[in-house]
């Protein structure tokens, strides 16, 4: 019992995990040291530091009553609560909370797929269920649906989506909060609430129509602290027919402005999934010339940039394009997309790709069947969950900052730019420079990556990666552009920039926190959201 909740002595903290124990066992409380570990933030560059956040306990109910009953106890104590689903949001606080000495509500035990339906393309899951648990029971029921997983697949499609994850599958599957239909949430008074058309006893569309009548209240729950969701609806796509590839390579640096808007075109018709950009010109970055005019303070001359490519022989730009879809229609879309970028962009090149029926065989899946080099996560690409992105992480881990930028080539080169002259100060690879593509994760936005690594043994780069995440969130925010998700110890600075009317948006939403929560027993900080009793 040496990390404490606020405002309880150790006599009050005994009394709060026998209340615990009464509603949940013996078996589902935990205290101790070693029982603890798991729960804190495996990747956090403040690790054993004065600044990281512990919990001071954990409880793991074991049905949505016994949820209801967790909260109820919390409030007659006053204990926060921290929820997570499988607490694997690694890179983002893994299960860590927002206050020192919050007891952690593991959703594990709500491990239920509810309903899976084929012919109607839904499911409801509870938070327990992990993207493995949700693909085994379609595939051993031989159902002909795929879902929309993220990397790693041990992650909670509820987790996930509720902290406003993504995919990789087609655009209206891949923004996981925006393909969800219907929750159930416990309250902070523990009363239980249905949003959508499950606020209408008997209504058989719970998860098929997502508002219901009325003020919709579910985007509060999504990176929010106004309950705890213990269930939730998600669209599913039908089990494609065919999928195919194609690759579509430009030799300009200023050609990713017209590629771009050609993807953002076929993106937005619904003709392709995921799509995959990168720079050929990647390959030269051991070259030290090459790595000093790529990473130049105030960025490198288009000239200079194109130079260095025709002397290499290769592309400036490639794109990876992915359809899903009847094999004559993957078949049309990728001729029609290649025929619309090659007639409008001179000397473009296009490489067919793999394609096979689906579901793929395993040989298909390892993405060894390509027929040239590719960045696509196979397995991702195809809704089949996976540990495979697990290589990604070096040293003991990473944080993550992931600034949203419009789907515009110029914003691009405006990012590289500024980015990389903002993260020179600091000795980490060059996350932002003149070859740094976008990521086309969400439908309708670019994002890029800052994910420098942690070393446990190594406070001092410890805490340069942990001053380099605050400045990049300060220089992005300056340009208006702004993380989509962050780890507890970085949810204060990022919600602080998006300070329109001196953060009219905050004032509202802790205006609600201390209406519905006052003693701020659902998870305070999240999102930056805080009641009165902890702002003060």
């Known amino acids: 019992m040496s990390i404490l909740p606020p405002d309880l002595d150790e006599a009050g903290f005994a ?46 109910p074991a049905d949505v009553a016994q949820v209801q009953e967790v909260v109820r106890i919390a409030n ?7 929820p997570i689903s499988t607490g694997k949001n690694f890179g983002y606080g893994g299960p860590s909370p927002n206050v020192q000495g919050s007891t952690v509500l593991d959703l ?15 499911c409801l899951v509870e938070p327990g269920v992990s993207y493995f648990d949700l693909y085994r029971h379609i595939s051993e029921r031989g159902l002909k649906a795929m879902i929309d997983c993220p990397d790693p697949g041990w992650g909670s499609p509820v987790g996930n989506a509720l902290d406003r994850g993504v995919g990789y599958t087609m655009p209206q599957f891949r923004d996981h909060f925006g393909a969800h239909c219907g929750m159930e949430v416990v309250l902070p008074d523990g009363e239980l609430m249905r949003t959508g058309m499950g606020a209408l006893p008997g209504a058989d569309s719970w998860q098929e129509y997502p508002y219901g009548f ?10 929010g602290n106004f309950g705890v969701v213990t269930k939730m609806g998600f669209r599913l796509m039908p089990q494609p027919e065919y999928y195919r590839t194609g690759l579509v390579r430009v030799p300009r640096r200023r050609d ?28 030269l970055m ?51 997309a290649k025929d619309r970028i090659l007639s409008d962009i001179p000397g473009a090149e296009a490489l067919e790709g793999d394609h096979f029926p689906l579901p793929a065989t395993e040989e298909q899946l390892d993405n060894v069947t390509q027929p ?13 969950p996976s540990l495979g992105i697990w290589e990604i992480v070096r040293d003991d881990g990473h944080v993550g900052f992931f600034p949203v930028l419009p789907r515009d080539g110029e914003a691009v080169f405006e990012m590289q730019r500024v980015l990389g002259d903002a993260s020179r100060e600091y000795p980490l690879p060059p996350y932002f420079s003149a070859i740094t593509a976008p990521l086309f994760w969400h439908s309708h936005t670019f994002q890029m990556v800052f994910a420098p690594s942690i070393k446990r043994d190594d406070p001092e780069h410890n805490a340069m990666v942990h001053r380099a995440m605050k400045h990049m969130v300060a220089v992005a925010a300056e340009h208006g552009w702004g993380d989509y998700r962050a780890a507890p110890i970085y949810q204060d600075d990022v919600a602080a920039t998006y300070s329109f009317n001196g ?12 209406a519905v929560d006052p003693d701020g027993i659902i998870a305070p900080g999240r999102g930056g959201v805080w009641p009165t009793r902890f702002r003060a």
Request: no cysteine; charged share 20%.
């Open 214 to 223: 009325g003020p919709d209240p579910s985007g509060l729950f999504a990176q």
């Open 286 to 336: 051991g070259n030290p010339d090459f790595y000093a005019l790529a990473t130049r303070l105030g960025g490198p001359a288009d000239v200079e940039m194109d130079a260095a490519a025709s002397a290499a022989g290769l592309h400036s730009w490639a794109i990876d394009l992915q359809f899903l879809g009847p094999e004559a229609a993957t078949a049309a879309q990728w001729d029609y």
């Open 503 to 514: 953060g009219s948006l905050r004032k509202f939403l802790e205006a609600m926190k201390d």
């Open 15 to 60: 009394a709060f995990l026998a209340d615990l124990r009464g509603a949940v066992g013996e078996d589902w409380v935990w205290s101790s040291e070693s029982d603890m570990f798991p729960y804190r933030d495996s990747f956090s560059p403040v690790w054993n530091t004065p600044e990281e956040i512990q919990a001071s306990s954990a409880v793991a």
């Open 372 to 384: 040239y080099p590719s960045a696509i996560r196979r397995r991702g690409a195809l809704g089949v």
């Open 108 to 122: 594990k035990r709500l491990d239920r797929v509810i309903e899976v339906n084929e012919a109607r393309n839904y």
């Open 76 to 82: 007659r104590h006053r204990v926060p609560l921290h």
């Open 256 to 283: 990713l402005i017209k590629l771009v808007q050609h993807v953002n075109y076929l993106s937005d018709s619904g003709m392709v999934s995921e799509v995959r950009f990168a720079s050929p010109l990647s390959a």
